[in-house]
């Protein structure tokens, strides 16, 4: 039987990246391309998520997407003018940098045709999932590839076939800003814990814990039956943090895995700005010479801002 609560072994194959939203926080650039496809150096933002899925092993990947956003897809086909061109031009790089978007995942794609929530973007991926575990990958963050956080979530998952989730730790200030975890210690070892609670942002007060959910989860497909019993939540939306505790209340086992790597969080302008940098700075191609620009720009400024104040 594939259906059960807690069905366990099989790592879960497919992911879906609810990419519906609509950006605000981006306007005006966002008015006409996705923020999902804003540029960190050279690759959209998308791009780094299917690759972080792709190295993980899951190349089924499912966008849930909205009005305005077809643009997605077509990063991820084929454009035989473009390679044409650089074939003719013996840019090989490039030429391989273009046909490996291509070649990274089976990218599907369905409509949430009304921004109802995070919860509701999962639940319209019921019919492609099926009966299996999948991952979930939000749409705005990434982890550094050199610290990927996929495996050991698919890994837990197989064993426990619960809910896995991921965590970092926030100051009290940002708890309103992440669904954040009551959690107990689990048999798994020291940076895995059992979840006892879920409460999705909670004000510094209300918060259980200083450990919030990040845009990484590997879900059991009776999340699909908690979603549409699922009401409207915080900010009046149907939440999938609200589903997850209603599995949990119902006694399915949900654990978290405390993630110590980096995390590139794109959802913001700071964030994504720092995003840039930051992987500017590592890329062997860019990374001296910009390196080098950026302190001597950030020496520059701090002169500048010493003479302002002497
Ligand atoms: C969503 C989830 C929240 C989670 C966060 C991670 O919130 O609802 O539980 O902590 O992603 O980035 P959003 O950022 O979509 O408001």
Redo the contacts with the bound molecule.
């Keep these: 039987m594939t259906t059960q609560a807690h069905a366990t072994g099989r790592r879960a194959v497919k992911a879906v990246i609810p990419a519906a ?1 609509l950006a605000t926080r981006f306007l005006p650039a966002t008015k006409a391309v996705p923020k999902e496809l804003l540029p960190v150096v050279d690759r959209p933002v998308l791009q780094y998520i299917v690759e972080e899925a792709a190295a993980a092993g899951i190349t089924d990947v499912l966008l849930v997407t909205g009005r305005g956003k077809t643009s997605m897809v077509d990063h991820f086909d084929r454009r035989p003018d473009v390679e044409a061109r650089l074939e003719e031009k013996g840019d090989k790089a490039r030429l391989a940098a273009v046909r490996r978007t291509s070649e990274l995942a089976d990218i599907y794609t369905c409509r949430q045709g009304e921004p109802l929530g ?1 919860g509701h973007a999962v639940g319209v991926a019921a019919s492609h999932i099926g009966d299996n575990a999948f991952a979930v990958l ?1 749409g ?2 990434f982890v550094d590839e050199e610290q990927p956080l996929l495996p050991a979530m698919l890994e837990l998952q197989a064993r426990t076939g619960g809910i896995v989730l991921a965590f970092i730790e926030v100051a009290p200030e940002e708890t309103g ?4 975890a009551s959690v107990k210690p689990s048999e798994f070892g020291e940076d895995i814990v059992e979840v006892t609670g879920l409460v ?2 909670p004000s510094a007060a209300e918060a259980p814990s200083n450990l ?4 990484r989860y590997i879900l059991p497909a009776t999340i699909f039956e908690a979603i549409n019993n699922t009401k409207p939540g ?2 009046g939306e149907i ?3 609200d589903a997850m505790a209603q599995l949990l209340a119902d006694g399915t086992p949900v654990h978290g895995i405390v993630y110590r790597g980096h995390r590139y ?1 794109t ?1 913001m302008p700071l964030g994504y700005l720092q995003a840039v940098v930051e992987i500017a700075v590592k890329r062997p191609d860019l990374g001296a010479e910009f390196g080098q620009w950026l302190s001597e720009f950030v020496a520059k400024q701090a002169k500048n801002a010493g003479g302002a104040q002497g």
């Design positions: 939203g995070l939000l705005d963050e800003r992440y669904g954040i999705e942002k919030a959910v990040v845009g915080s900010g939440q999938l943090t969080d959802g």
